[in-house]
């Protein structure tokens, strides 16, 4: 698909971002929708003087308004990461629900491609490993965790529904754990955690006894693998995702190598419902997109925590 006027719902976002700078080289017009909750206008600041970059403050659960034709929507608005959405349940639910309706209702208008950045949580804490699209998941739709899973679960269904009610041509890619150069040092996740942890010189924090696993994905293969999607007809959904499986401590571990530093280990509580192991298959991804995973672990830990380090020194949390 020759992308030329696409939308980025939570374009200013770590994920967004990237896709608002790929579709700019590659030709389009990109209008980035977010209202800032999560996100922040300077993860996009290095685009603002392009002439085909518009970046509006909006709020997807209210009235959404676009002017003039758009061939893509890329809907990514929503907190991400399990402290954000935590501290924000209702708006996860409500960007998850009313937002998802607006932003399949602007593609439907516009007669646009849409794709929905759902996520590995609807497997929740999974009974099938690895997971594949054909696994419906195992979700507490009471617990911590639910404001997140059910919105993208109901999002999915939602996305699903437009597409059988209306026609309109949807994709659904379930983004698994991604990392990578613009993730929040403070954003509660594993990896910016634990980088800021060793690079400051305090104890990594590993929850429970570090033996549950994540998958862990570079952000330039994830942003490959929603361009892939995007391009194509394919509903999905469809995981994306590095099928390379760690424990969290062996990930503690790696991180205090590659940052040389001396810090300990601290074992923490668990969090409540935390999936104890999570690997995708994409095989799916293999065969109808043509897409698999490239960067290898040490090589995006490197990556990242290159740029931690300058990020820290920026905001003065590393000295010295
Ligand atoms: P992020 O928090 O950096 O980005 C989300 C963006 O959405 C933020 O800029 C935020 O301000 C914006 N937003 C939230 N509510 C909004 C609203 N009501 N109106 C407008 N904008 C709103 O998170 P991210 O890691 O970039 O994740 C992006 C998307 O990808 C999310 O939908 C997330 O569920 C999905 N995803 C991410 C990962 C990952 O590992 N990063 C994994 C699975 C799924």
Redesign the pocket.
């Known amino acids: 698909m020759n992308t030329r006027r696409a939308v980025v719902?939570?374009?200013?976002?770590?994920?967004?971002?990237y896709l608002c700078e790929r579709l700019l080289a590659r030709g389009a017009t990109v209008i980035c929708?977010?209202?800032?909750?999560?996100?922040?206008p300077r993860?996009v600041d290095h685009l603002l003087g392009r002439p085909a970059f518009r970046l509006l403050e909006?709020?997807?659960?209210g009235f959404v308004h676009v002017p003039g034709d758009v061939d893509l929507v890329l809907?990514?608005?929503?907190?991400?990461?399990p402290a954000?959405y935590l501290r924000?349940p209702i708006?996860?639910l409500?960007?998850g629900s009313l937002?998802t309706l607006h932003a399949l209702g602007l593609a439907r208008e516009k007669n646009a491609r849409f794709v929905l950045?759902?996520?590995?949580?609807v497997y929740g804490d999974p009974q099938q490993h690895p997971q594949t699209e054909t696994y419906w998941g195992s979700v507490n739709p009471v617990g911590p965790r639910s404001v997140?899973d059910e919105a993208?679960r109901f999002a999915e269904s939602l996305t699903t529904a437009y597409r059988n009610t209306h026609g309109t041509d949807t994709g659904i890619v379930?983004?698994?754990?991604?990392?990578g150069p613009?993730?929040?040092p403070h954003?509660g996740?594993a990896i910016p955690t634990f980088i800021r942890q060793a690079l400051c010189g305090e104890p990594l924090t590993v929850t429970g006894d570090g033996s549950q696993t994540r998958s862990i994905?570079y952000?330039d293969d994830?942003i490959e693998g929603i361009l892939a999607l995007a391009d194509s007809d394919f509903p999905g959904p469809v995981n994306i995702g590095n099928p390379t499986e760690i424990t969290m401590l062996d990930l503690a571990r790696t991180v205090i190598e590659l940052t040389g530093s001396a810090s300990p280990i601290r074992f923490i509580d668990r969090p409540a419902d935390d999936p104890a192991v999570r690997r995708p298959d994409t095989t799916l991804a293999a065969t109808r997109l043509g897409w698999r995973a490239e960067v290898g672990v040490t090589e995006g830990l490197r990556r990242t925590i290159a740029w931690f380090e300058a990020e820290l020194r920026r905001t003065e949390e590393l000295v010295g």
């Open positions: 719902t939570g374009g200013a976002g770590f994920l967004g971002s929708m977010d209202n800032f909750l999560t996100g922040s993860n909006c709020d997807l659960t809907h990514l608005a929503s907190a991400a990461s954000d924000h708006e996860t409500k960007v937002g950045a759902s996520t590995s949580e997140y993208k379930r983004i698994f754990n991604t990392y613009r993730m929040r954003d996740r994905c952000v994830t």
